[in-house]
């Protein structure tokens, strides 16, 4: 989840610039190279660690990503700051105006967000197995088990779905002021200077400049 929210970071920073260096080509296929590495190793090191000891899963397949991550972060960071640093806006980003494909894919990239947020929080879940703190406090209870990955799946996508229900739910109740009507003015109101309404027994026509008073 880390990752891809980097990924998403890098592409905002990327946005609208081109670069001017001349071994920009290089720099990008370098990143790409690593974005792309850290991620096989993050997805293999997960899956991985499903078919391995708790002890073995905790200690070394966890903390071998985090290395990963924390690598990426600290390689890529510098070396699109520097990449930046002379580069040319071919485009000024404007707040709330957006093609429709970087729509969907911010969409996308919100769905696939939570997804990893539920599937991390399994992950944590069966990697203490039966232990409250793994080593120090055990899990006697009946309820010292993981539900099998078939099922928590079908959990996750419920949750996705279901939270993604209430964010399009509150941004249809907000859009919803947006429609009202604004409230009509009478014609003869409308004529006259300010919106002020006229005197109690005194006539409109005494407020227009080019009529004829007495």
Known sequence: MILVTFMSFIMYWRAGKQETVGWAKIAKAFMGLVLAL????????????????????????????VLV??????????????????????TEM?????????GY????????????????????????????VYGVLRDTSQYAFSPALGYASGIMALCTFLFCMIVAFIFWVATMGDKA????????????????????????ALDEPNTRKF
């Open 181 to 204: 009507k604004a409230p009509s003015v009478s014609a003869s109101k409308a004529q006259l200077p300010h919106g002020l309404p006229a005197m109690a027994g005194a006539s409109n």
């Open 38 to 65: 850290s991620s096989i190793a993050v997805i293999v090191l997960g899956v991985w660690g499903y078919f391995v000891p708790a002890i073995i899963r905790i200690n070394y397949f966890s903390t071998s990503q």
């Open 105 to 132: 894919s911010l969409v996308l990239n919100a769905i696939m967000i939570i997804l990893l947020m539920t599937l991390m929080g399994y992950a944590r879940s069966s990697s203490r197995v039966h232990w409250h």
């Open 69 to 90: 991550v924390l690598g990426v972060l600290l390689t890529i960071t510098p070396l699109t700051s520097v990449l930046l640093k002379s580069a040319k806006t071919t």
């Open 94 to 102: 404007v707040w709330g105006v957006m093609p429709p494909r970087a």
